[in-house]
């Protein structure tokens, strides 16, 4: 049974700092892997997203990296701001759609 | 990407009552899903809804519990029926599409049975 774990799973940074957050999986037979963002009250904002066959994927500050053989994924933010103040989840997606979570990374950016 | 609305967005509850939540979805899709994610948990599926057959359910969620129905590729409705407190949890309905892989969120229901 695939699991998911997130380290850490609280972060505070001050702004401007570069960070990185971890998710890892126990099942390397993963079909993709996809990082979301979730705000208070709000639905999940999809990231960025990685085919098993990829090893990376950017968009603007936002890098993610998937090693399917150590079953890791990171997700690195750039010069972060407060606005990136939410929770950073992780999913490990089946060929079926099915989406199996992480618990998350609550990150604050302080000014 | 899929604009996906839900209704209703929060909601309060009595004990062995029945809510039903509904998921539109802005354009055509084939593959819906129901998560839930409880108090200071993650988000856990509850069913794969699939326009022209009947919901697939995972394990530890009945269809009893949580009818689903899908008369259409752009709605959705989830059902929590004879709720308990232990229901008391934000309701999100998704989408998957195929020709990008990503998935999509609706706002969600937060719902609250006392």
């Known amino acids: 049974k695939q699991e998911v774990t997130q380290i850490p799973a609280a972060l505070s940074v001050p702004e401007g700092e570069n960070l990185v957050l971890n998710c890892s999986f126990t099942d390397s037979a993963i079909y993709n892997l996809q990082w979301f963002r979730q705000d208070p009250g709000k639905g999940l904002t999809s990231l960025l997203l990685i085919q098993s066959s990829q090893r990376e994927q950017t968009s603007g500050r936002l890098n993610a990296s998937l090693d399917k053989s150590s079953g890791r994924s990171t997700l690195y933010i750039a010069a972060s701001q407060p606005g990136d103040s939410a929770t950073y989840l992780c999913?490990?997606?089946?060929?079926?759609?099915?989406?199996?979570f992480g618990k998350g990374t609550k990150l604050s950016v302080k000014p | 990407s899929a604009v996906i609305s839900q209704k209703p967005s929060r909601d309060i509850c009595q004990r062995g009552t029945s809510l039903t939540i509904q998921c539109q979805v802005d354009s055509q899709v084939t593959m819906m899903f129901w998560y839930r994610q409880q108090p200071g948990q993650s988000l856990t599926l509850i069913a794969t809804?699939?326009?022209?057959?009947?919901?697939?359910?995972e394990s530890g969620f009945v269809i009893d519990k949580f009818p689903i129905s899908r008369p259409n590729l752009t709605f959705s409705t989830l059902t929590v029926s004879n709720m308990s407190p232990e229901d008391s949890s934000i309701y999100l309905c998704?989408?998957?599409?195929?020709?990008?892989?990503?998935?999509?969120f609706g706002p969600g229901t937060r719902l609250t049975v006392t």
């Open positions: 809804a699939n326009q022209g057959s009947e919901a697939t359910y």
């Open positions: 999913a490990i997606g089946g060929s079926q759609g099915n989406l199996i």
């Open positions: 998704s989408v998957w599409e195929g020709s990008s892989y990503e998935q999509y």
